[in-house]
């Protein structure tokens, strides 16, 4: 299996002032993606007593971002450690690899967009907590 990153901030471009508004971008500048998108999704009008996610990939690596509102990211590493994430700027992303199982609780209004290193494969999913901890925990 290859060696990913723990999960972590990647912070984005953020061009203009509160006057004008903002642009952010990602080219082949610092810090680039860490991967080639191949599937991009948008999440929106989650209610705040949802939790989404629930789930871990087997091959899938994540850029998380909240393009409007708060969204708390909780993870679990392979090894059991959890940490807990807060996007609440559109310019600052979270990276998601594989094998960590992740959460998302939303604040009313937030819009979060995901991208994706490889298309969507059901395969992919461990969607049951208990499978995650059979095929990682003892990595």
């Known amino acids: 299996m290859p060696d990913y990153p723990k999960p972590h901030y990647l912070t984005f471009s953020q061009i203009g002032d509160a006057t004008i508004g903002y642009l952010s971008v990602s080219e082949n500048a610092a810090p680039p993606l860490p991967f080639a998108v191949q599937r991009v999704f948008w999440t929106y ?3 705040d007593n ?3 996610g629930r789930h871990a990939h087997r091959a899938t690596e994540h850029v998380l971002l909240a393009l409007a509102g708060r ?3 909780t993870v679990e590493s392979a090894a059991g450690t959890l940490e807990i ?3 609440e700027s559109p310019h600052v992303g979270l990276y998601v690899p594989p094998n960590v199982w992740h959460t998302m609780q939303y604040s009313p209004g937030a819009v ?3 991208l994706a290193s490889r298309p969507f494969a059901e ?3 461990i ?3 208990d499978d995650f901890r059979k ?3 003892s990595s």
């Open 45 to 47: 009008y989650t209610p």
């Open 50 to 52: 949802i939790l989404r």
């Open 71 to 73: 969204i708390i990211v």
């Open 85 to 87: 994430f807060r996007l």
């Open 112 to 114: 979060q967009l995901a």
């Open 123 to 125: 395969e992919d999913y």
């Open 127 to 129: 969607r049951e907590y």
């Open 135 to 137: 095929v990682w925990g």
